[in-house]
T-cell receptor, first 109, second 119 residues
Framework: RKEVEQDPGPFNVPEGATVAFNCTYSNSASQSFFWYRQDCRKEPKLLMSVYSSGNEDGRFTAQLNRASQYISLLIRDSKLSDSATYLCVVIQYGNKLVFGAGTILRVKS | NAGVTQTPKFRILKIGQSMTLQCTQDMNHNYMYWYRQDPGMGLKLIYYSVGAGITDKGEVPNGYNVSRSTTEDFPLRLELAAPSQTSVYFC??????????????????FGAGTRLSVL
């Protein structure tokens, strides 16, 4: 089983739609969680950290469920510019970062 | 606003050739990392460094070497290039304070990547 698993997609959605991605992790001792965004042929960039109580940043909401070992990212009112690959990142004990393979989002007009 | 700078951006190597991928950061970050990303896959850690003079292996270190003589620079060396090393290579850096590591603060800043083909 992979340490961090994501649905690769692609998720094809119209502008204005709400879309959600899930990410599961296998190591229950994982301590910190992030979502990174990667545009085509570009480097990953931090989108947002994921906090235990859940957190929101504009149209983006991140949730953590430690009992079920998954994190989620919700994007409301999708824009064309949201089209990208979204990488789930988990930090395990010892400051080891593990990246998921990413979920592709395509927002169409 | 340089951040993390990688060179070259693209390179084609023949099997058995060697090369060095350069990475430099101007943010005074103590941690630096090298990742590779194969098509449709997540990033895999090759090597990392927690400070000048200290390096350690990541998940996929075979076929690579690194050095960290200064805080700013973290070059990655391929000694005998193989087709399996065809990939996109990303260098990253982050700052972590000493003592209890604030893991939630381990935000990584990436270079633009080096696309390497070994033929």
């Amino acid at each position: 089983r992979k340490e961090v698993e994501q649905d690769p997609g692609p998720f094809n959605v119209p502008e204005g739609a709400t879309v959600a991605f899930n990410c599961t992790y296998s190591n229950s001792a994982s301590q910190s969680f992030f979502w990174y965004r990667q545009d085509c042929r570009k480097e990953p960039k931090l989108l947002m950290s994921v906090y235990s109580s859940g957190n929101e940043d504009g149209r983006f909401t991140a949730q953590l469920n430690r009992a079920s070992q998954y994190i989620s990212l919700l994007i409301r009112d999708s824009k064309l510019s949201d089209s990208a690959t979204y990488l789930c990142v988990v930090i395990q004990y010892g400051n080891k970062l593990v990246f998921g393979a990413g979920t592709i989002l395509r927002v169409k007009s | 606003n340089a951040g993390v700078t990688q060179t070259p951006k693209f390179r084609i190597l023949k099997i058995g050739q060697s090369m060095t991928l350069q990475c430099t950061q101007d943010m005074n970050h103590n941690y630096m990392y090298w990742y590779r990303q194969d098509p449709g896959m997540g990033l895999k850690l090759i090597y990392y460094s927690v400070g000048a003079g200290i390096t350690d292996k990541g998940e996929v270190p075979n076929g690579y070497n690194v050095s960290r003589s200064t805080t700013e620079d973290f070059p990655l060396r391929l000694e005998l290039a193989a087709p399996s090393q065809t990939s996109v290579y990303f260098c990253a850096s982050s700052y972590l304070a000493g003592g209890a590591i604030p893991l939630a603060k381990n935000i990584q800043y990436f270079g633009a990547g080096t696309r390497l083909s070994v033929l």
